[in-house]
């Protein structure tokens, strides 16, 4: 069962950084494009960034460019998100999903509808 396990996430404080991770597992991670989406309470989710290593492609909202960075550990079959200059606008859940189609590049923009295989989420909090 193809799965995907979200960690890293904690209280840091504004101005700070955390790295994401999400790890795969029974899938070859460079042939599907991987997501990373965030989550507040009420709201829709939110793509925030994307990878497709068979493309060499990636994405990201306008609200974290510039400060996240994705990048793929093919080492460790994961997918890393790197937060810098954290605000305290970025506090939600985040979550990494699959994209349903291989060997495609990420489906801008970024909807929650055409991924697959969603973790359970990391919290993150980010304190003013």
């Known amino acids: 069962q193809v799965q995907l396990v979200e960690s890293g996430g904690g209280l840091v404080q504004s101005g700070g950084s955390l790295r994401l991770s999400c790890a795969a597992s029974r899938f070859i991670l460079d042939d599907y494009a991987i997501a990373w989406f965030r989550q507040v309470p009420g709201k829709e989710r939110e793509g925030i960034s994307c990878i497709s290593s068979s493309i060499g492609n990636s994405y990201y909202a306008d609200s974290v460019k510039g400060r996240f960075a994705i990048s793929v550990d093919n080492a460790k079959d994961t997918v890393l998100l790197q937060m810098n200059s954290l605000k305290p606008e970025d506090t939600a859940r985040y979550y990494c999903?699959?994209?349903?189609?291989?060997?495609?590049?990420?489906?801008?923009?970024?909807?929650?509808?055409?991924?697959?295989?969603w973790g359970q989420g990391t919290q993150v909090t980010v304190s003013s």
């Open positions: 999903a699959r994209y349903y189609y291989r060997d495609y590049d990420c489906p801008l923009p970024l909807r929650a509808g055409v991924f697959e295989d």
